[in-house]
């Protein structure tokens, strides 16, 4: 099919495009910028909207197999595809977890099953994320797995850490650590501080989360692997990632929106919604957050998406998994805390959510470049609208975010030069 993208500011963090020109997508493909064919199968009016590489959100939590309940690998991706995004990574901690080359298949299968948004399989670093063994990396390639993580637990032993970095870089991929010293975090459903003294709940310290990162900044020196730092939610990680990159350290990291949009003085509330790993910080994290978004020391926005039941979460706080669904509130969000205050220009938000992830994942994805893969996300950055939880297309409503006022939607999401026919 020829599908032509009319008058619409193409933004492309890739080639440095950021202008008002046509996109004319030929089959699944980019063929070019500006030729358009005078008959097309199709037009898309973009006039005042904004066209951008898909978003690719390189971390959620999808549930399937295990607990189908709480989201599947289609209601994710629907969920992914009403969000904008193209491509997301699919974290192992399922039951039973990603830890082969057939649970790596079966992902991929599902996905093309979905037929909504591409979702890519991320390995579980250690059989069944138990900590003890090395999981079969090399079939989890061949099976499709774009990374290696226990993410829902930290790689403890850095021995077992240290052979993962070795045995990844044969195959080129990152391996993502859920940064957190479990016996510093302890018991804490919150972050450690003034708040948690007051509420009585107990705290988790920023020093468990930058004890981790440190670790594992030394581990990527010496094993000269890459590093991805997941979710990094205070100010001294990312200092430190910063000074690693300094050195020639290869790591990259990402930041949550609600890492820096809220700060654990929302669990005043007692809603458990507002309860996640890492916790939610201060207001100086957040600062020293968007200064690493802004300077390049974190290098992608991730959603985090972990979705869970309302029988789960409406629970007393302590006693309520961690986790929100965010892959439907991350455009938004982007725009109205990032983009619209200057904190970072819209071609800096895009190469975060886009241009980068891609790039960390070894995704053919991320540009509009002629030849590329027709991923691609039409928004509309002032359109002001209010987060509605009931009008998501995840399974799961445990999101801090209901009936906040944002700004920015997709309006279309097209996957391999194919309007995915139930987006926005």
């Not at 492309?12 to 996109?23: C, F, M, Q, R």
Request: overall charge negative.
């Amino acid at each position: 099919m020829n599908l032509v993208i009319k008058g619409g500011r193409v933004v492309d963090p890739a080639s440095g495009l950021d202008k008002v020109i046509d996109v004319f997508v030929q089959d699944n493909k980019i063929a070019a910028l500006g030729n358009a064919p005078q008959n097309p199968d199709m037009t898309i009016d973009a006039s005042g909207l904004v066209v951008v590489p898909g978003l690719v959100d390189m971390h959620v939590h999808l549930r399937e197999p295990g607990n189908e309940e709480e989201e599947t690998i289609a209601s994710g991706a629907q969920s992914a595809a009403a969000a904008g995004i193209t491509s997301c990574a699919c974290m192992p901690n399922t039951e039973p977890a990603i830890d082969s080359e057939a649970s790596a298949e079966f992902v991929i299968l599902q996905s093309r099953r979905a037929a909504h948004a591409n979702v890519f399989p991320i390995g579980a670093v250690t059989r069944g994320r138990k900590g003890e063994q090395l999981a079969e990396m090399g079939g989890l390639v061949r099976g499709g797995a774009v990374a290696f993580s226990d993410d829902g637990d930290p790689v403890a032993n850095a021995e077992i850490l240290r052979r993962a970095l070795l045995y990844a870089k044969i195959f080129d991929k990152p391996v993502i650590n859920h940064c957190e010293n479990r016996e510093l975090a302890g018991k804490g459903v919150m972050n450690a501080g003034s708040v948690s003294m007051i509420l009585g709940l107990p705290g988790m310290p920023s020093a468990s989360e930058e004890i981790m990162v440190a670790r594992d900044l030394a581990l990527a020196d010496i094993t000269g692997g890459t590093l991805h730092v997941a979710h990094v939610s205070t100010a001294g990680s990312v200092e430190l990632v910063r000074r690693a990159k300094e050195k020639g350290i290869r790591v990259t990291c990402e930041a949550t929106p609600h890492h820096f949009t809220l700060t654990d003085e929302c669990v005043e509330t007692f809603d458990s919604n507002y309860k996640v790993n890492p916790p939610l910080r201060t207001a100086a994290d957040i600062q020293a957050i968007k200064a690493g978004l802004a300077d390049g020391t974190i290098d992608a926005i991730a959603s985090d998406h972990a979705p869970h039941t309302e029988e789960e979460k409406d629970v007393e706080f302590s006693f309520a998994p961690f986790g929100i669904i965010g892959m439907e509130t991350l455009l938004p969000l982007v725009i109205t805390e990032l983009v619209r205050p200057g904190v970072i220009s819209l071609s800096r938000a895009i190469e975060l959510t886009s241009t980068t992830p891609a790039k960390i994942l070894r995704l053919d994805r991320g540009t509009l470049s002629p030849g590329a893969i027709a991923d691609i996300t039409i928004m509309d950055i002032e359109n002001e609208w209010e987060i509605d939880v009931n009008a998501f297309r995840s399974k799961s409503r445990n999101c801090p975010f209901h009936g906040r006022k944002v700004f920015g939607r997709a309006l279309k999401t097209i996957v391999s030069g194919q309007v995915v026919p139930d987006s926005p």
